[in-house]
C-alpha cells in the first residue's frame, strides 16, 4: 500500500483540490462532480470533512468552481476562469525542462500597486513566479525569457495595467548578471527540490514496484506526485545554461515525473470515478 506522507501536510484543501480535478477530469469543460465525492476524496488525502467543505466554498467564491444543486445533491464543475488558469498551468507543468532556453530576450516588469489593490497585487506576484519571474527588489522583477505576451494579459486581467511597466531586453555584458541571479532566486533550493523529488518517487518507477498499489493508493500517490511538482514552475526560472548550469536532478525529475503520471493514470482514474460519481 501507498505509504507516503499525507498530501494535506504539502498544502492546503483548496489547492489539492484544484490539483485533483485538474488531473482526474476529462474532459474538464461541462463535467459535474458530486461534492460528496470531493469531499471523501480530500478527506482520504489527509483533510477534515470541515476543512474541505469550507475549501470548496471559497473556491466558488473565487469563481473557480461553479455550484450546481440537483435534487438534494450538490455538484460542482470547473468555471471559464479555471479553465484557462489550467490550461496556463499544464502548459507550464508539462513543458518544464523540455525547452533550451537561450539568454535572449529577458523581461523586467516593476509595478507600484497601490495598498486599495493589494488582493489584486498578490494574485500578480504569484503568477509571476509560476511564470518563472524572480523579485530582485519590491516591485521590481525579471524573467530571464519573453513575457511580455502573458505579463500584459495578466496586468489588463488584474485592471492593474496603469501601476506597471515593462520592458524587454539583454543583460549587460558589463555587469556579471549573475549577481542578480543570486539575489532573485535561491538556485541552491531548487536544485536540492529536485533531488528531493527523485528521492521521494524514484522507487515507484517500475512496475514491479507499484503492483502492490490498489486504485485509491495509486490516486493518492498520482496527487502527491502532481501536487509536488507542480510547485517547481514557482521555483525554477530554468535559466540559460551558457549562465547557470542546470539543477543536476531537474533532467531525471522531470523523466520520473512523465513517467509515472501516466503509468498511475488509469489506477487512479478509476478511483476518482467511482468516488465522485451520483446520479
Not at 523540455?98 to 498578490?122: D, F, G, M, N
Not at 494574485?123 to 525569457?145: E, N, Y
Not at 532566486?185 to 490498489?214: I, K, N, Q, S
Request: hydrophobic content about 45%; overall charge neutral; charged content about 25%.
Amino acid at each position: 500500500m501507498y505509504r507516503l506522507e499525507r498530501v494535506a501536510d504539502d498544502g492546503t484543501p483548496g489547492e489539492v483540490a484544484v490539483t485533483v480535478l485538474g488531473a482526474h477530469l476529462n474532459p474538464r469543460e461541462g463535467r459535474l462532480v458530486w461534492s460528496g465525492g470531493l469531499v471523501d476524496l480530500l478527506a482520504q488525502l489527509g483533510f477534515t470533512e470541515g476543512a474541505a467543505r469550507v475549501a470548496l466554498a471559497r473556491l466558488v467564491q473565487r469563481d473557480l468552481l461553479a455550484r450546481t444543486k440537483r435534487g438534494r445533491h450538490v455538484h460542482y464543475s470547473l468555471t471559464i476562469r479555471a479553465l484557462a488558469v489550467l490550461s496556463d498551468g499544464d502548459r507550464r507543468i508539462f513543458l518544464l525542462g523540455k525547452e533550451k532556453p537561450a539568454a535572449t530576450v529577458w523581461t523586467v516588469l516593476w509595478h507600484t500597486i497601490p495598498e486599495e489593490h493589494r488582493r489584486s497585487r498578490e494574485r500578480l506576484v504569484r503568477r509571476l513566479r509560476f511564470l518563472g519571474f524572480g523579485q530582485v527588489q519590491d516591485g521590481t522583477w525579471i524573467a530571464p525569457h519573453d513575457r511580455e505576451t502573458e505579463v500584459a494579459a495578466l496586468l489588463d486581467e488584474l485592471s492593474v495595467t496603469e501601476h506597471a511597466g515593462l520592458l524587454l531586453g539583454a543583460p549587460s555584458a558589463v555587469v556579471d548578471v549573475r549577481t542578480v541571479l543570486a539575489r532573485a532566486w535561491d538556485l541552491d533550493a531548487v536544485a536540492a527540490g529536485y533531488t528531493g523529488f527523485v528521492a521521494r518517487f524514484g522507487e515507484y518507477t517500475t512496475a514491479r514496484a507499484r503492483r502492490d498499489l490498489d486504485d485509491r493508493g495509486a490516486f493518492a500517490l498520482r496527487t502527491r506526485l502532481t501536487h509536488t511538482f507542480r510547485q517547481f514552475p514557482f521555483l525554477d526560472p530554468e535559466l540559460p545554461d551558457d549562465l547557470v548550469p542546470p539543477p543536476a536532478d531537474r533532467a531525471r525529475a522531470v523523466r520520473l515525473f512523465h513517467d509515472l503520471y501516466a503509468a498511475l493514470e488509469p489506477p487512479a482514474q478509476r478511483h476518482f470515478d467511482e468516488v465522485t460519481a451520483h446520479e
